[in-house]
């Protein structure tokens, strides 16, 4: 069942036994394989084809795969009825602005960690390292309090607050840059490059890819967020997706259809996102946990 | 790597004094944005919440001391009795659970001679993507008594009478971890499967020339080789799933009564519908406490932290 069971070995047991054992345990493989692949992908499949259904034909047993009267009606009605695209702009702005900003300074304090020796370096280290431990569940009570305090709440800057400049992004970064050649930045200073243009000219283009890979988590981090703009947004007219998406169940709860077509369409960037730099994220997301 | 001035001589003197000075302040400068929100968002409403959890306070006027008396009533409130009970079934359910499942995952997809190996990561680590509104929206249908896909599968393949999946108490918390593992074993999956990458090979062919077996390959190397990864892999489980809140809050609403009610959700009902903030923060403070213990013993248990960095 493992890594190590077909590894080609030496021993006494006849050759075919083996390569017979060898194969029937490849076929094991597949068939878990294609067992969590059914699990994983058909909640999806059925949501997605429903969205095409009318309200009728969504629960039909057995289920069609393939719709058999296909509708756009569902999606039509999605955006007269409730203003889905103030919400999905609203959502893809904060989102995208919320990680340009996070990535940059991510990136910027992971070089300060990762190239300089300093005094103070290690106190430093350790606080921001110490920040991973502080549960969001502690701080949501009291932020909330501080923001409306700041006279903040309902404005689409304090949307970003609790994912300004994550310490795991400057872990990551920082194991990212070091691998960067010290020679490298040497040789820019003796061409007179100032401190924080060899962050942008030399430093940035060499790890383009990771920081693809944090600004797509950032992106999903938000955009895929509930908590923390169920509590500071009441108006709304400044909702996000996930607020307005709950407000349809909430509303719209025996419109099966209505439900459907948006989560399908709320999903969309993300899986557009997540198939185009998937090798990225997913390589960026571990390095920093198998290097740690 | 330290860094030391360019060569004088290079540039002009007093140009290259300044710059060298900026060389030592410039990790300060770019240390400066993170330690700004750190203080201001992370460590100071911290700080807030311990001060709030000794003080009863309703929105508005001012903050009365009360000691410990927000902690005391938490111990004789049923409602939070119920969320830390779920709440540690979620977390138990994903470490005993979830966790096994993805690291037999991670196995299977890295054995020798597996095809489209990159179309099933890829497929697997897919739930992770979708918000957990979304996820909680479907299963919200997928499980439903009367029309969910799920009851009809059952009723039409084994016969089975319809489940209540999300409304009687017990089926409430079996199908919030099914949700959860649906979403995350994909997602730790990939930890695993690059913590098993990383294993030289050398280790298995001399182990096999030993006259290992694969099972006894796999306990006395895979497992033990993996640890890091795995201590990783049960903090991210540990801090995420005492935090859950979308997956009560949509697919049940902490019910039927208070059966699947989570901790951030009693917090979120404490502060945001009725207005005893104090009794929140403490909730929260005493969350934190007993996440912060645990972690602190995992780590200790798998032996990290001594040799970090």
């Known amino acids: 069942m493992t890594a190590v069971s077909y590894r080609e070995d030496a021993r006494v047991t006849p050759h075919r036994n083996k390569s017979r054992g060898r194969k029937l345990a490849l076929i094991g493989t597949h068939v878990g394989l294609f067992f969590w692949l059914i699990v994983a992908l058909t909640p999806l499949i059925w949501a997605l084809s429903g969205s095409f259904k009318p309200i009728e034909d969504i629960f039909v047993s057995p289920p069609q795969i393939i719709p058999e009267r296909p509708t756009v009606a569902n999606y039509t009605d999605l955006f007269s009825t409730v203003p889905f695209f103030g919400w999905f702009m609203r959502s893809i702005l904060i989102a995208g602005g919320t990680a340009a900003f996070s990535t940059f300074f991510c990136a910027l304090a992971g070089f300060a960690f990762a190239k300089y020796r300093f005094p103070g370096e290690k106190i430093l280290f350790n606080i921001m390292l110490s920040s991973l431990m502080i549960p969001f569940a502690i701080i949501l009570v009291p932020l909330f309090i501080e923001v409306t305090r700041m006279g903040l709440s309902n404005q689409y800057i304090a949307y970003s607050i609790p994912f300004l400049i994550p310490a795991f992004g400057i872990f990551m970064m920082r194991q990212f840059i070091v691998s960067v050649p010290t020679e490298l930045l040497e040789a820019a200073r003796i061409d007179g490059c100032g401190e924080f243009r060899l962050f942008l000219g030399v430093v940035i283009p060499v790890i383009r890819p990771a920081l693809g890979a944090l600004f797509v988590w950032f992106f999903l981090t938000v955009y895929n967020d509930f908590l923390w703009p169920a509590v500071i947004v009441s108006d709304s007219s400044r909702y996000t997706l996930t607020l307005g998406l709950n407000s349809l169940r909430t509303a719209y709860s025996t419109e099966y259809g209505l439900v459907l077509a948006g989560t399908m369409l709320a999903a969309l960037p993300t899986l557009i996102i997540f198939i185009l730099l998937r090798k990225q994220l997913i390589e960026g997301l571990t390095a920093g946990a198998v290097k740690a | ?309």
């Open chain 2, 1 to 309: 790597m330290a860094l030391t001035a360019p060569p004088s001589g290079v540039t002009a003197p007093r140009a290259s004094r300044r710059r060298a000075s900026f060389v030592k302040i410039a990790p300060y400068v770019f240390l400066t944005p993170f330690y700004v929100v750190f203080l201001l968002f992370i460590a100071g409403p911290t700080l807030f919440a311990i001060y709030l959890s000794l003080h009863s306070w309703a929105g508005l006027g001012s903050f009365s001391f009360v000691g410990f008396d927000n902690y005391t009533n938490l111990f004789t409130n049923d409602d939070f009795h119920a969320a830390a009970g779920n709440t540690a079934w979620y977390v138990l359910g994903a470490l005993l659970i979830v966790l096994p499942l993805s690291l037999g995952l991670a196995a299977v997809l890295n054995a020798h001679g597996v095809r489209w190996k990159g179309f099933f990561r890829t497929s697997f680590f897919l739930p992770i993507v979708l918000s957990p509104v979304i996820v909680a929206l479907l299963f919200n249908i997928l499980f439903d008594t009367g029309t969910g896909l799920v009851n009809g599968v059952l009723s039409s393949v084994l016969g089975v009478p319809p489940v209540g999946w999300l409304d009687t108490p017990v089926w409430a918390k079996v199908t919030i971890v099914l949700v959860l593992i649906w979403r995350y074993t994909g997602y730790l999956m990939i930890f695993f499967l690059a913590g098993l990458q990383n294993i030289p090979r050398e280790l298995y062919e001399a182990a096999s020339l030993d006259g290992a077996g694969p099972f006894r390959q796999f306990s006395r190397i895979t497992i033990p080789m993996l640890k890091p990864v795995t201590a990783f892999v049960v903090v991210i489980v540990l801090t995420g799933t005492a935090q859950i809140f979308e997956e009560p809050f949509i697919l049940t609403n902490g019910g039927p009564g208070n059966a699947s009610l989570s901790i951030t959700q009693f917090i979120f009902r404490a502060a945001f519908q009725r207005q005893e903030f104090g009794l929140a923060a403490a909730a929260g403070v005493l969350l934190f406490i007993v996440v912060f213990a645990i972690s602190r013993v995992i780590a200790s248990v798998f032996g990290i932290g001594k040799e970090s960095q």
